[in-house]
């Protein structure tokens, strides 16, 4: 029996390969260094090459998630009195369970379009603000970013959100993957699957480690404070956050893939050019405490840096993860449909004998 089926293989995927002991994150034949120029249809297209009914090109992608955000937008307005109440990741699995899923071909189009369109109003909401409708002309990244802000975003910050939603876009079997293939196995549909997903990316091991990260940097506050508050925190026994990975054992790559991404932005106020300090002194302190255990930073890190760079507000970073997850989502669902199995393991009956 294995508890977290650590080292259980329950599927056989073409889409991701997580190479932990090289660091290596493969998707389709690609290592994630050569698509974190891509865009994020492009991305999307090759995740459901032969998988969906059609082969849609990166072109005619974009032009559909274009007219689908327009959809969602319109669907979405006469529900925003119910999210009342709700954390963010809470209203979004709320307006993405408004979806029916009865519609065909079009759901997956549906659910990668929905999803930034319900982030970015439920971002502004928490801010008092009204949705912004979407522009289909724009791509994805953009158009996200915009429906955040209210007008269009230099290319510097697009380019940044659109390399973060490509980093994320699928990761193996990671929990939130296997619940969506666990649920797509029953033929439940779709949004279904997702949504089912997305209740496993809420929780904190999973999706939620960010905003922590900022919290730390803010509690560190100058440079003449990094290297004492790090030693305070690890002689606590405390974890710092953004640094070590229960699979990569080496470099996760997708922080190296984030690292350029916020290279490529203004660093305004120090932030950058400080989180970069702090990173080096936490390495550094790690390898002195832990030399038996390789602890180097993690995707949260950066994540951090870049969405905050953006113009999320910590609270929506789940969402804006799931934005880009979703890809990898409706791509095993996609993977799943085609095995048609039903997922079903055993458990082990450890209760009492009937009397
Ligand atoms: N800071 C300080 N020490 C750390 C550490 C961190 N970020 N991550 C691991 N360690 C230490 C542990 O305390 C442990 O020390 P010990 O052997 O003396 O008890 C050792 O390294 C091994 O830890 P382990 O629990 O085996 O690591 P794991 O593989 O189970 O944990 C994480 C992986 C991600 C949960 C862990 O590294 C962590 O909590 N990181 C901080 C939170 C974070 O950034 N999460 C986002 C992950 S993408």
Known sequence: MSPGLEGVVVAETVLSHVDGAAGRLVLRGHELDQLAGWSFEAVLALLWRDLAPENLDEARLRMRLGAAREVAFDRMKAALPALEGLSEVEALRLLLSLLPDAEAESHRLVAVAATPVFAAAIARRGRGLEPVAPDASLGL???FLRMLHG?????????????????????????????????ASTQAGLFSSVIGGLCALKGPLHGGAPGPVLDMLDSIGGEDNIRPWLVAALDRGERLMGFGHRIYRVRDPRADALKRAVAGLKDTGGRIAFAEKVEAEALALLAERKPQKPLQTNVEFYTALVLEAVGFPRRSFTNVFACGRMA????????????????????????????
Do not use: C, M
């Open 141 to 143: 990244a953009a158009d």
């Open 151 to 183: 007008s269009e975003q230099p290319a510097d910050k697009v380019a940044a959100l659109e390399t973060y939603l490509v980093t994320v876009a699928d990761h193996g079997l990671n929990a939130s993957t296997f619940a969506a293939r666990v649920i």
């Open 328 to 355: 990898g989502w409706t791509a095993h669902v996609l993977e799943q449909d085609k095995v048609a199995r039903l997922i079903r393991p055993q458990s082990r009956y450890v209760g009492p004998a009937p009397v």
